[in-house]
């Protein structure tokens, strides 16, 4: 099988590193990839969302199976793209349609799918600046803190929780008036605060059947201790010791298989992976939101505890048979801990040199934001920079061998977070 990655981060190296393990892989290519994902595959420097000179790609290199890496070319269609056009009708693609991306790529869409599915979540209002008053008086009344949402993709800053009202009613005339987020902010969603520990589960759909995957726990803020400004994720660890086989359970019955049924029903043939973000609360999952596509970090933790052949539980998507694959996981332990850019998630320098990455030992080094310069050398080029996973039969061990090589590999500027996975090594006890 020919196959192409769409995507340029840590999840699309372990991407890469798992399907090449797959003796079902004849040739692995990555639109655009980075610098550790040349070292297993193809690079092909184009664009995603190029829809075009992916195409041209996929022809010119008899692809059989496209992954989808993020939301962004799902959100614009290019599974409808590759639907219109005849000669691709062998093609196999792992990612919904533009329909089915709405549950990302629309706020809004999601939450009435919840409501009218039955689907748990945080109660909530749309508005538009056609009723910006009615929404401010909305406010006024709402306690804190309140969660804004713009409905559109808006790079993971599209979320403000507001402590004070002031800051909510500021925070939404910026995104209704001021066009903040541009047209992903043309609706914003005004949601009731949940309170509880958060949760990422994965589930992969073949339009017909699923299997649940690995579930993992993010680290979002740049600060330890989670404080400081979001960012795309800074760690993240599975299995996760609060979601244990009951509430695992609750999570399928009253979420993925309502979502399923939810999507069908709406006439969506859904094709790939739901991330779905959770929040137990006392024991109950309340959906936060939904994602079209794997997470990163957690990928960097979901795929080393996947034993079965991921390409072939690809092709099974692709072919809609999941029903008849095995999916067997491992009961280990993986973290990732994330290296950044000093001043990431705001602004950064890009161009340094990275060393130490060869030398480190018994981890999985995923490459994020790196690139080759001139063929010798691999320097940062992005904000997240390395996912470095380690995998042990504690989460202790996992811990220390990921923080050990946090700290060998060496950029200038470099910067992480050494409380991965801590705050779950205290809730063990
Ligand atoms: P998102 O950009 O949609 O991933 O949201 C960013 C983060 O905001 C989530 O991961 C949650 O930590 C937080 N969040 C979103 N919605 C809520 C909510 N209703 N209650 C509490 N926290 C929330
Ligand atoms: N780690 C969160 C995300 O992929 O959206």
Same mark, same amino acid.
Not at 132 to 139: K, T, V
Not at 213 to 222: G, S, V
Not at 229 to 257: C, H, I, Q, W, Y
């Given at each position: ?14 991407f ?8 079902l892989?004849d ?5 655009? #990839? ?21 195409? =041209? ?34 093609l ?37 600046a056609?009723?910006?008053?009615? #929404? ?7 306690p ?12 993971g800053k ?23 987020? +541009?047209?992903?902010g ?16 994965f589930?992969?759909c073949? #339009?017909?059947?699923?299997?649940m995957?690995? =579930? ?7 600060g ?37 049924? +939810? ?6 043939k859904?094709?790939g ?15 936060? =939101?939904?994602n ?49 850019? +000093?001043? !990431?998630?705001?602004? !950064?320098?890009?161009?340094?040199v ?12 995923y ?6 310069n ?7 080029? #992005? ?28 950029f ?9 996975g801590?705050d779950?090594i205290r !809730?063990n006890?």
């Open positions: 099988m020919n196959i192409l990655i769409l995507g340029s981060g840590g999840r699309e190296h372990a890469a590193w798992k399907i090449t393990q797959s003796p892989c040739n692995l290519f990555v639109a655009p #990839g980075n610098a550790g994902t040349s070292e297993l595959a193809t690079n092909l420097p184009i664009s995603y969302n190029d829809f075009d000179a992916v195409a =041209e790609a996929v022809e010119k290199n008899s692809i059989d199976l496209l992954l989808v890496g993020p939301e962004e070319p799902l959100v614009l269609g290019i599974v409808n793209y590759f639907e219109q056009r005849s000669e691709f009708k062998k196999k693609i792992i990612g919904p349609d533009k329909a089915g991306a709405q549950l990302e790529g629309s706020k809004d869409f999601s939450k009435m799918f919840m409501q009218k599915y039955g689907i748990p979540t945080a109660s909530s209002r749309t508005f538009t056609e009723t910006l008053a009615i #929404g401010l008086e909305y406010l006024e009344s709402h804190l803190p309140i969660v804004l949402k713009a409905d559109g993709l808006a790079a599209g979320v403000i929780i507001a402590e004070k009202h002031i800051d909510a009613e500021n925070a939404f005339t910026e995104m209704l008036v001021d066009g903040k987020f +541009g047209s992903a043309n609706k914003v969603v005004v949601e009731q605060f949940l309170k509880g520990i958060e949760l990422s589960v589930v992969l073949d #339009g017909e059947h699923y299997k995957l690995p =579930e993992a726990k993010d680290y979002k803020r740049i330890e201790n989670d404080t400081g400004l979001n960012t795309g994720g800074m760690g993240a660890v599975s299995p996760v010791a609060f979601a244990d086989a009951n509430f695992l359970r609750r999570v399928e019955e009253k979420v993925v298989k309502p979502t399923l049924l +939810g999507l069908k029903s709406e006439g969506i859904y094709v992976f739901i991330f779905i973000g959770l929040m137990n609360i006392k024991g109950e999952p309340y959906v936060i =939101e939904y079209v596509r794997m997470g990163d970090p957690e990928t960097e933790v979901v795929l080393p505890r996947i034993q079965s052949d991921f390409l072939a539980l690809l092709a099974s998507a692709g072919k809609g048979t999941l029903n008849d694959a095995e999916i067997k996981i491992s009961p280990q332990v993986a973290v990732t801990t994330v290296l950044v850019s +000093g001043g !990431y998630p705001e602004e !950064y320098e890009k161009g340094k990275i060393t130490g990455s060869e030398k480190v030992e018994d981890v999985f080094v490459h994020a934001g790196t690139t080759l001139g063929n010798t050398e691999i320097v940062t080029n #992005g904000g997240r920079v390395m996912a470095l996973t380690g995998v042990a039969n504690s989460l202790e061990n996992a811990v220390h061998k990921s923080q050990r090589a946090a700290q060998a590999v060496q200038e500027g470099k910067y992480f977070r050494h409380d991965i801590m779950l !809730y006890d």
